[in-house]
C-alpha cells in the first residue's frame, strides 16, 4: 500500500480517506484492500465503509471514536500491509439488447461516430469493465473501461424518463439505469437484468472491484429472460477471476 | 387503521432512515427534522426509531377507524381533530372515527404525527422510511390505510404538555463544518461563504435546498465521490445546494460544508424566500 493518503474529518462522525485524483483499477484495489485490513481490525463504533473512485468513507460513532485516534489507527493499519494480495473477483455477463426499439440513441451515435452500428456494438461488448462503485441510484454500477472511440459528451437536454435497464453512455462512462430515472446519457440497449432488489440480502449482486461483460442478446432471447428474470428464476453467468 | 380521506402537499412515514445501505447507492431518507420527531415520538413513551408522518406545509385528512393517542410536534399547521383545534407537543387521545385535519400553516415547514407504537408499515432494508423505488410507494396516497397497535387510551400523568424552548423555528444561522474541498476556497471566498446570508430558493425538498445567492469560485468539479445528508455543494455557476435526508449518495461537486446534526433540523423547517447563514464550528 503505497499511495499518498489524506484523511480529512467529513462532518463530526465520518473520516474521508482521499487517494490521488485520477481513476485507476490501482487505486481501486488498494481502496479495497485498505477496507478490509480494516475490518479485520473489528474497531468498535465503525459503522459504514464507502468506496468511490480515489476515496474511502468511513462513517462512525463520535461517541466511541476520536477522529485524531482514529486516523493514528488507520495510518499504521495502512503502513503495515505492504503487500497487496491477489484477491478473487466475480466477473458478470450481462445480457444487452442492442436493437433500434431499445437503444433510441444507438443509429444517432454511431452516424456521429462515423461507425457501423455493428462496429459500436463491438466497440461496446469487448471491454471487460470494472466496477468502481455503486452510487446515483440505488443500484447504478460505475464502470470503468470505456473505449475511447464511444467517450460522448451527454445530451444537452436530458430525458425526463429513461426506463430501468436502458443501457447507455455519457462522457467518459457507460452504464446501466436500474430505476427509470431522467436522464442525460445516449442509450444504446437495454438489458432484462435487475440491478437492485431491495428485498434481497445483497441487494446489488455486483460489488466494487468486480468484472463486468456485455453481451448482445436479440430481443427474443430479451423477452425470454425477462420473464425468468420476473419469475426469480434467472441465473446470470458469472466467473471468478484472480486479478 | 387509519385512513388517508385526503392528501395534503407531500406527507410520508419516516422514520430513522437506512442505515448501511449507502454503500448501494440508496439514500438515507428519514425524518427531516429528527428533533421535532423525536419530541413527538418521546411524549407518547415510543422509540426515537419509530415511524411517524411526516407533513409538509398543507396537512392531508386523516380519520382514525380505533382508538389511539397521538402528537404532533415541529412546524404549527392548525391541526384538529373534528374541527377543534388540538395542542401541539401533547398527548391527545383520538377516538374511532375522529377525523384530523390540518389547516393554516402558522410557523415552519414540517410536522410530525406520532401515533402510540409507532405506524406499523412496510420494513424495507431495515426502515419503514418511504423513498421510491424502494417501498411501494413515495408518499401517502388517497384512500391509503395505515396500520397502527392497540393501546390503552387512558392519559397519564406521564403525558405532559410541554413548551419546547427551542430555538428551531428562529434560528438562522446553520453550525457547519468545513467539507473537504473547504480548502480550495481562498480568503476572498470564505468570506463570502461565512459573512453573507443566502436565501432559500424555490427549489427546495427532501432531497436538498438550493440556495439562491451565488458563491463565485475557481473550484474545479471532483472525481465522483461520497456525499451525505447535509453535505453542501458547489455547481460551477456558484449555486449552493444543500443535501438532506433523500440525497443520492455521491456526487461530483466540491463539498464545501458539512451541516451539523442541529443545523439539518432547522433547515428542513424553513421555507421560500427564508434566509440561513453558515456558522464554522470546530
Redesign the interface.
Given at each position: 500500500m503505497s499511495f499518498q493518503l489524506t484523511y480529512?474529518?467529513?462532518?463530526?462522525n465520518?473520516i474521508?480517506i482521499?487517494w490521488p485524483?485520477?481513476?485507476t483499477v490501482e487505486i481501486l484495489k488498494d481502496i479495497k484492500g485498505f477496507q478490509s485490513n480494516i475490518e479485520q481490525e473489528h474497531i468498535d463504533g465503525i459503522?459504514?465503509?464507502?468506496?468511490?473512485?480515489?476515496?474511502l468513507?468511513i462513517?462512525f460513532s463520535n461517541q466511541h471514536i476520536h477522529f485524531e485516534v482514529l486516523v493514528l489507527r488507520l495510518k499504521a493499519i495502512y503502513e503495515q500491509d505492504a503487500s497487496s494480495k491477489p484477491h478473487p473477483v466475480t466477473k458478470w455477463e450481462i445480457p444487452v439488447c442492442y436493437n433500434s426499439t431499445f437503444g433510441i440513441d444507438l443509429e444517432a451515435l454511431a452516424h456521429t461516430k462515423q461507425l457501423s452500428v455493428a462496429e459500436l456494438i463491438q466497440r461496446h461488448t469487448a471491454p471487460v469493465y470494472t466496477v468502481y462503485?455503486?452510487?446515483?441510484?440505488?443500484?447504478?454500477l460505475?464502470l470503468g473501461g470505456l473505449d475511447e472511440v464511444l467517450h460522448t459528451p451527454r445530451k444537452a437536454t436530458p430525458r425526463l424518463q429513461i426506463e430501468a435497464g436502458a443501457v447507455a453512455i455519457g462522457g467518459n462512462q457507460t452504464g446501466i439505469y436500474?430505476?427509470e430515472s431522467p436522464g442525460g446519457w445516449h442509450i444504446i440497449g437495454k438489458s432484462p437484468i435487475s440491478f437492485?432488489n431491495?428485498?434481497h440480502n445483497l441487494?446489488?449482486f455486483a460489488q466494487p472491484g468486480d468484472q463486468i461483460q456485455f453481451k448482445p442478446i436479440s430481443e427474443k432471447e430479451f423477452n425470454s429472460i425477462q420473464k425468468l428474470v420476473q419469475a426469480g428464476r434467472y441465473n446470470l453467468n458469472k466467473t471468478e477471476v484472480v486479478c | 387503521m387509519l385512513k388517508v380521506l385526503r392528501l395534503g402537499l407531500y406527507s410520508s412515514i419516516q422514520d430513522l432512515g437506512r442505515?448501511?445501505?449507502?454503500?448501494?447507492?440508496?439514500p438515507v431518507s428519514g425524518v427531516m427534522d429528527r428533533q421535532s420527531a423525536a419530541l413527538a415520538n418521546a411524549l407518547l413513551g415510543n422509540d426515537e426509531n419509530d415511524a411517524v408522518i411526516e407533513v409538509t406545509m398543507m396537512g392531508p385528512k386523516l380519520q382514525f377507524f380505533k382508538s389511539t393517542i397521538i402528537c404532533i410536534s415541529g412546524a404549527d399547521l392548525s391541526p384538529e381533530i373534528d374541527g377543534k383545534s388540538i395542542n401541539l407537543n401533547a398527548a391527545v387521545v383520538v377516538n374511532e372515527g375522529d377525523v384530523l385535519s390540518f389547516g393554516r400553516l402558522q410557523y415552519g415547514m414540517r410536522c410530525y404525527l406520532a401515533i402510540q407504537h409507532g405506524f406499523q408499515s412496510e420494513i424495507?432494508?431495515g426502515s419503514r422510511s418511504m423513498y421510491?423505488?424502494?417501498t411501494a410507494s413515495q408518499v401517502l396516497a388517497q384512500g391509503q390505510e395505515l396500520h397502527y397497535k392497540d393501546s390503552e387510551v387512558n392519559l397519564t400523568a406521564k403525558h405532559v404538555v410541554v413548551n419546547p424552548v427551542s430555538n428551531l423555528f428562529k434560528e438562522k444561522q446553520l453550525k457547519v463544518?468545513?467539507?473537504?474541498e473547504f480548502d480550495g476556497l481562498n480568503n476572498v471566498q470564505i468570506k463570502g461563504l461565512l459573512d453573507c446570508d443566502f436565501t432559500i430558493s424555490k427549489d427546495h425538498s427532501r432531497m436538498g435546498y438550493r440556495l439562491q445567492e451565488p458563491l463565485c469560485h475557481n473550484l474545479n468539479a471532483?472525481?465522483?465521490?461520497?456525499v451525505?445528508p447535509?453535505t453542501v455543494q458547489l455547481t460551477p455557476s456558484g449555486q449552493l445546494i444543500v443535501l438532506m435526508r433523500d440525497a443520492?449518495?455521491?456526487g461530483g461537486y466540491p463539498?464545501v460544508l458539512?451541516?451539523?446534526?442541529e443545523a439539518i433540523n432547522v433547515l428542513s423547517q424553513k421555507n421560500t424566500g427564508q434566509s440561513v447563514s453558515f456558522k464554522l464550528v470546530q
Open positions: 480529512k474529518p467529513f462532518g463530526p465520518a474521508l482521499a485524483q485520477v481513476i459503522s459504514e465503509f464507502r468506496v468511490a473512485y480515489n476515496s468513507l462513517t462503485f455503486i452510487g446515483f441510484l440505488p443500484g447504478f460505475y436500474p430505476s437492485f431491495a428485498s441487494p446489488c | 442505515k448501511g445501505c449507502q454503500q448501494y447507492g440508496v424495507v432494508m421510491q423505488g424502494i463544518y468545513k467539507g473537504p471532483i472525481i465522483t465521490s461520497a451525505m447535509g443520492q449518495t455521491t463539498r458539512q451541516l451539523s446534526a
